[in-house]
T-cell receptor, first 111, second 117 residues
Framework: QKEVEQDPGPLSVPEGAIVSLNCTYSNSAFQYFMWYRQYSRKGPELLMYTYSSGNKEDGRFTAQVDKSSKYISLFIRDSQPSDSATYLCAMSLSGNTPLVFGKGTRLSVIA | GAVVSQHPSWVICKSGTSVKIECRSLDFQATTMFWYRQFPKQSLMLMATSNEGSKATYEQGVEKDKFLINHASLTLSTLTVTSAHPEDSSFYIC?????????????FGPGTRLTVL
C-alpha cells in the first residue's frame, strides 16, 4: 500500500460544477496537509494548507482533513475552465520534513 | 509573498556534459530546500533534502555523486547533474521552507526542464 493514494482521474466536469478531490493515507503520524495545483510544465502552486484535522475555506476552495479516517478532501465550488490542472495532495510529518505527494488528479472543467 | 525562482527554466545539453540548476528564495530565507524530479504525467519524486551549511540528504536510489547539491546560503541551493545522460531528462523542481515558519508550507519553484541529447 502506498503512503498516499489519490485517484489520478482524469476528471471532467462542466463549468459551475462542484468538484471533490480526495486522498487517503496510511501513516497516522502525518500532521501537515496541503493541496497544490500544477499547470502543465509549471511548478506546483500551494492552494490550501491545513494543520491536523478540520476544515479550511479560501474563496471557492475548501479543504477538509479527517485524521481519524486518514482522509483529506478538496472541494472547488463554481468551477471554472481556469481550474483545469492537476491537483496534488501532499502531507508531511512535521514543519521541516519532506512532503509525500499523491499521484495527482487531472481535472478538466469544460465551458 | 513567498517566491521561489529557478534558473534556467529549460536546458538542452549533450550527453556527458554537466548542468547546474539554481534555486533561489527571492523574498524569504530558507534553511531547508528540497529537490524533486517529475517525469511526464507522474507525481513529484523527492531526490534530496538540502540544508544550509550542511551536506544534502539523498533519497534511496539517488546517486549523490551524480546529483551534486550545494546549499551555500539561506537563499540559494544548486543542483548539478554531472555527466548527464538521456535518462536524466526530466522536469526538476525545487521547493523551500521559510526559515521563520514552523508550518511546513513548502513553496515551489517553476521547475527546470532538462533535455539530454
Amino acid at each position: 500500500q502506498k503512503e498516499v493514494e489519490q485517484d489520478p482521474g482524469p476528471l471532467s466536469v462542466p463549468e459551475g460544477a462542484i468538484v471533490s478531490l480526495n486522498c487517503t493515507y496510511s501513516n497516522s503520524a502525518f500532521q501537515y496537509f496541503m493541496w497544490y495545483r500544477q499547470y502543465s510544465r509549471k511548478g506546483p502552486e500551494l492552494l490550501m494548507y491545513t494543520y491536523s484535522s478540520g476544515n479550511k475555506e479560501d474563496g471557492r476552495f475548501t479543504a477538509q482533513v479527517d485524521k481519524s479516517s486518514k482522509y483529506i478532501s478538496l472541494f472547488i465550488r463554481d468551477s471554472q475552465p481556469s481550474d483545469s490542472a492537476t491537483y496534488l495532495c501532499a502531507m508531511s510529518l512535521s514543519g521541516n520534513t519532506p512532503l509525500v505527494f499523491g499521484k495527482g488528479t487531472r481535472l478538466s472543467v469544460i465551458a | 509573498g513567498a517566491v521561489v525562482s529557478q534558473h534556467p527554466s529549460w536546458v538542452i545539453c549533450k550527453s556527458g556534459t554537466s548542468v547546474k540548476i539554481e534555486c533561489r528564495s527571492l523574498d524569504f530565507q530558507a534553511t531547508t530546500m528540497f529537490w524533486y524530479r517529475q517525469f511526464p504525467k507522474q507525481s513529484l519524486m523527492l531526490m534530496a533534502t538540502s540544508n544550509e551549511g550542511s551536506k544534502a540528504t539523498y533519497e534511496q536510489g539517488v546517486e549523490k555523486d551524480k546529483f551534486l547539491i550545494n546549499h551555500a546560503s539561506l537563499t540559494l541551493s544548486t543542483l548539478t547533474v554531472t555527466s548527464a545522460h538521456p535518462e536524466d531528462s526530466s522536469f526538476y523542481i525545487c521547493s523551500a521552507i521559510k526559515r521563520t515558519s514552523g508550518s511546513g508550507e513548502q513553496f515551489f519553484g517553476p521547475g527546470t526542464r532538462l533535455t539530454v541529447l
